[in-house]
């Protein structure tokens, strides 16, 4: 089939890499000249693992192709993508329609022939009808369906999610436009990859609802680590013993500093303020955003107990500031408060993150960059853990200690067992819920 995905960012370039992947012919569209220049070269804007590799292939096959021509991408299309991106709107916590507007309007001039145009980006229940307004706007003559299909992609794990997602949710009113996205998907439907049909609302909804259930969960258990400090508890053994529980599960119940990234912190927002517009407050939700801002404060205060309530002057090591391990995604990252504030206050911050300090260099002045762990330790009087990499699970801490002038840590991801890092020669160790 041939489609076009309007917008290479994150969500668009990995979608359309995927379904190049499964055989269809893809042309992917962005404004911007420069990103296109790079994709057609092979050159990736983001760091997302396998995704390099994936490209490269289906550039070369010719099924994948870049463009800025958005009426020769549309030209012939079965199916047309719109995956801008979605921010939440200064002021107002609503998120920011205004690029998907824009991309609803240059898809009917755009338009020849029928096509499902696809809205792929997360938007408020609602978007979808109003995105059918602007394009019959464009063109009263386009013959069009419109079709929720939103995306479920983790960053640093997201060809795997794509290529083998939980469900895949397609929001359709017709069943011409159902047989459509069921061609597309059906190299998942083989493989037997659940397909969940259902109305325009409700697939909107799914997103913001799961979305907000799992920013939950973090929230959630980021309380209970804070309980589990008074009263002795360590909230790693709470979390496996809840987690064992089918009606729970395991996942996302890892006390830390807090949830950020490119979609729980907006869509959170996002869901609060329709629930407002609609007189029906997402109580639980706009309690969760409150919580989630009041962990993160309550990182720093961690660190300045562990530091006698002295940060002027001594050093920092700080290892890891992108929102998780294996991305680049500095959005709403927990390091955007926690360093600010450890500079603010007087403290010499080094920081060393695998792939951060693309992006970190812009958004967190007053630092100093480091290669490794070791390095932004030496002489230092407090190292951070505040993402997880990989790398930062199996750092020799006899080492690390050595190399610091006051060998203290502050273990925000639990990554390590308290009793072992003091037999390393740590004096104090600090984790959260613990």
């Not at 991408?73 to 916590?93: K, L, M, Q, S, Y």
């Not at 439907?189 to 609302?201: D, H």
């Not at 006698?308 to 390091?335: C, H, Q, Y």
């Not at 480091?370 to 190292?383: E, I, N, P, R, T």
């Amino acid at each position: 089939m041939r489609i076009a995905v309007v917008g290479a960012g994150y969500v668009g370039l990995v979608s359309g890499v995927c379904f190049s992947d499964f055989g269809h012919e893809v042309v992917c569209i962005d404004s911007d000249p420069d990103k296109i220049l790079q994709l057609r070269q092979g050159v990736v804007p983001i760091y997302e693992p396998g995704l390099e590799d994936l490209l490269a292939r289906n550039l070369a096959s010719g099924r994948l192709t870049f463009t800025t021509d958005m009426a020769q991408a549309v030209d012939g299309a079965e199916a047309v993508f719109i995956a801008v991106g979605t921010p939440t709107r200064r002021g107002d916590g609503h998120a920011d329609l205004s690029y998907v507007m824009a991309a609803a309007a240059d898809i009917g001039r755009a338009l020849t022939g029928y096509a499902v145009v696809v809205t792929k980006s997360t938007v408020p229940v609602g978007t979808n009808r109003k995105v059918a307004a602007v394009l019959r706007e464009a063109n009263p003559q386009a013959r069009f369906d419109m079709v929720s299909n939103p995306e479920f992609l983790r960053e640093g794990a997201a060809i795997d999610d794509f290529m083998r997602p939980d469900r895949v949710v397609i929001g359709t009113e017709t069943e011409r436009a159902r047989k459509v996205m069921a061609e597309l998907y059906r190299p998942l439907s083989l493989r037997e990859f659940p397909v969940v049909y259902t109305g325009l609302e409700s697939a909107e909804m799914i997103k913001y609802a799961s979305n907000a259930f799992l920013a939950t969960k973090i929230t959630f258990i980021n309380e209970i680590a804070a309980l589990c400090e008074r009263v002795g508890a360590d909230v790693k053994a709470v979390a496996k013993g809840m987690g064992m529980d089918g009606r729970i599960g395991s996942k996302f119940l890892h006390a830390g500093p807090g949830y950020g990234g490119s979609c729980f912190p907006k869509d959170t927002r996002a869901l609060a303020r329709s629930g407002q517009d609609h007189a029906v407050p997402m109580q639980i939700v706009e309690t969760v955003i409150k919580v989630n801002e009041e962990v993160k404060r309550r990182m720093f205060l961690k660190i300045e107990d562990l530091l006698d309530g002295r940060l002027r002057d001594r050093t920092i090591a700080v290892l890891g500031v992108t929102f998780k391990p294996n991305t680049d995604d500095m959005r709403e990252a927990p390091s955007l408060t926690l360093v600010p504030a450890l500079v603010g206050a007087g403290a010499k911050v080094r920081v060393c993150d695998p792939q951060g300090q693309r992006e970190g260099e812009a958004l967190l002045p007053g630092v100093k960059w480091c290669d490794s762990a070791y390095q932004a330790a030496q002489g230092a009087d407090l190292v951070v853990i505040l993402t997880e990499w990989n790398e930062f699970r199996a750092l020799d801490l006899a080492r690390l200690a050595k190399r610091m002038a006051v060998p203290q840590m502050a273990d925000l991801r639990n990554i390590y067992d308290p009793d072992e890092v003091r037999a390393a020669g740590f004096v104090r160790y600090a984790g959260v819920g613990r």
